[in-house]
């Protein structure tokens, strides 16, 4: 897969590795370690991705993975699903927006 987005200019293709809420540390900690080794290696990996049912998993277990892909100059992305429960989608959206660096406006 990398090899086909890198037959196009860096300003129109690039990878994002998702990670699912439901996933287990291992299979987290995997996830960042290789987009990180990529990364190092001049691959056009350019962030994580946050994504499935905030009911499912907490992002308190992602911190340290996500501070560490950070670390390494990887974006984020976070998708937020429409769920009944409000209140555990705000606490659980607080946790990663903790990693989210402010917007600068011009």
Same mark, same amino acid.
């Given at each position: 897969? +990398?090899?086909?987005?890198?037959?196009?200019?860096?300003?129109?293709?690039?990878?994002?590795?998702?990670?699912?809420?439901?996933?287990?540390?291992?299979? @987290?900690?995997?996830?960042?370690? +290789?987009?990180?080794?990529?990364?190092?290696?001049?691959?056009?990996?350019?962030?994580?991705?946050?994504?499935?049912?905030?009911?499912?998993?907490?992002?308190?277990?992602?911190?340290?993975? +996500?501070?560490?892909?950070?670390?390494?100059?990887?974006? +984020?992305?976070?998708?937020?699903?429409?769920?009944?429960?409000?209140?555990?989608?705000?606490?659980?959206?607080?946790?990663?927006?903790?990693? @989210?660096?402010?917007?600068?406006?011009?």
């Amino acid at each position: 897969m +990398l090899d086909e987005i890198e037959t196009y200019p860096a300003t129109q293709a690039a990878l994002i590795v998702s990670v699912d809420r439901r996933m287990s540390d291992v299979d @987290v900690a995997e996830c960042v370690s +290789l987009a990180i080794e990529m990364k190092n290696r001049s691959r056009r990996i350019v962030g994580i991705d946050v994504c499935g049912d905030p009911r499912k998993g907490g992002m308190q277990s992602f911190t340290q993975h +996500l501070s560490r892909a950070k670390g390494a100059g990887l974006g +984020l992305t976070v998708r937020i699903t429409e769920v009944c429960d409000v209140h555990s989608v705000v606490c659980d959206s607080m946790t990663t927006f903790r990693f @989210v660096a402010p917007r600068e406006y011009n």
